[in-house]
């Protein structure tokens, strides 16, 4: 009796997986595009007084988002009614708003306005947004909490 020598099993040729590759690539890019376009449209870019001087006169007219430290002494003026200071460390510029800050606008905080810079050097506000605090410190137990807004009585 002859035995035969075993036949050698016939595979498929060795394929490379370009499809699945392409198809990966394509769903990271179409995820990477949809992040990154939210978060281009979520963040609040702003200037600084420096960053805002800095322009020039192109600066004047152009509706912008400017922000800084409300200078300490600077807020005179009822809500509707208000002028103060926003400065950074090199430069400082007046502000005009008709526009109410919230209760938590206070000297020394940081805000952000939006509005246009005036050729008389005073920027007008149309609108008032107050940085806030990341660090929340609760009030001590049977004490009320402190009010920090602002106060036009405080002038």
């Not at 949809?34 to 001087?53: C, D, K, N, Q």
């Amino acid at each position: 009796m002859k035995v035969a020598p075993p036949v050698e099993p016939v595979l498929p040729p060795p394929r490379r997986p370009w499809g699945i590759l392409v198809l990966v690539a394509v769903v990271l890019a179409v995820v990477a595009y949809l992040a990154f376009s939210s978060i281009g449209s979520a963040l609040v870019y702003y200037l600084t007084p420096s960053e805002l001087l800095a322009r020039g006169d192109a600066a004047i007219g152009e509706t912008v988002r400017l922000g800084g430290q409300v200078k300490v002494g600077s807020i005179s003026g009822d809500p509707t009614d208000l002028t103060f200071v926003l400065t950074d460390p090199d430069a400082e510029i007046t502000v005009h708003s008709t526009a109410s800050p919230t209760r938590s606008f206070r000297e020394g905080s940081g805000a952000v306005v939006e509005g246009s810079l005036g050729s008389d050097g005073v920027f007008e506000a149309t609108r008032v947004i107050v940085k806030h605090d990341e660090n929340y410190q609760a009030p001590e137990p049977g004490t009320e909490p402190s009010d920090h807004g602002f106060d036009p009585g405080d002038e």
